[in-house]
């Protein structure tokens, strides 16, 4: 069975300082893994995704990701946060071997950011 | 761009009501899915389809159930509400494609009382 884990369930950051959200997954195959940011009131928009290729990933919002294998992560990073970028975020992890395109979601973290 | 649209951004209903949820999607997406939303758990799949008429139940599906009888529209239904079916809802689709992300409505935040 396929799963993901977000350790950091809040995280607070200072405007202006660097961001990084911890993802870890299980997964029986090459993953498919994906961020998305959710503001308040708001759906789920996707940031970045990773399907193989490159290690390191470019998303939208300045955002980037890196995929290990070794560790099973897929870590988020900014290098200076906007207070813009508060918001829940959310790591999810498919497969090829997934029907129907499925994902499963990690719990989310909760980005407070600081002036 | 892709738009998937949910026909309420929030809702207030009764207990042991029958309550629906509407999603529209415009991108010819094979793929749909209905996911319940609650804090600290992120986001559980409730079921999805992958074609017209078929669905597949998710990993909470007790206390629902859900139609598609057209390509671009996948209703949730409850079939008699009771209060700890009070969440938000959101939708999304997505290609065939297993590498395809999944696109989101804003979501539904629907009460029981």
């Known amino acids: 069975a396929q799963s993901v884990t977000q350790p950091d369930i809040h995280i607070t950051v200072s405007e202006g300082a660097s961001l990084e959200l911890r993802c870890n997954y299980s997964?029986?195959?090459?993953?498919?893994l994906f961020w998305y940011v959710q503001s308040p009131g708001q759906g789920l928009q996707l940031l970045l995704k990773?399907?193989?290729?490159?290690?390191l990933v470019q998303g939208i919002k300045g955002f980037e990701a890196e995929f290990k294998r070794s560790q099973s992560s897929f870590n988020l990073r900014k290098p200076s946060v906007h207070w813009s970028d508060a918001a829940e975020y959310f790591c999810?992890?498919?497969?090829?071997?997934?029907?129907?395109?499925?994902?499963?979601f990690g719990g989310g973290t909760r980005v407070l950011v600081k002036p | 761009d892709v738009k998937v649209t949910q026909s309420s951004r929030y809702l207030v209903k009764r207990t042991g009501e029958k309550v629906f949820l509407e999603c529209v999607q415009d991108?010819?997406?094979?793929?749909m899915f209905w996911y319940r939303q609650d804090p600290g758990l992120g986001l559980r799949l409730i079921y999805f389809?992958?074609?017209?008429?078929?669905?597949e139940k998710g990993d909470i599906p007790e206390g629902y159930s859900v139609s598609r009888e057209k390509k671009e529209r996948f209703s949730l239904i409850l079939e008699s509400a009771s209060t700890n079916q009070t969440s938000m809802y959101l939708c999304?689709?997505?290609?065939?494609?297993?590498?395809?992300?999944?696109?989101f409505g804003d979501g539904t935040r629907l009460s029981i009382l």
């Open positions: 991108m010819d997406h094979e793929n």
């Open positions: 990773y399907f193989s290729g490159d290690t």
């Open positions: 389809s992958y074609d017209v008429k078929m669905k």
């Open positions: 999810a992890v498919g497969g090829a071997r997934t029907a129907g395109n499925k994902l499963t």
């Open positions: 999304a689709s997505s290609p065939r494609q297993g590498n395809q992300p999944q696109h």
């Open positions: 997964y029986g195959a090459t993953p498919y």
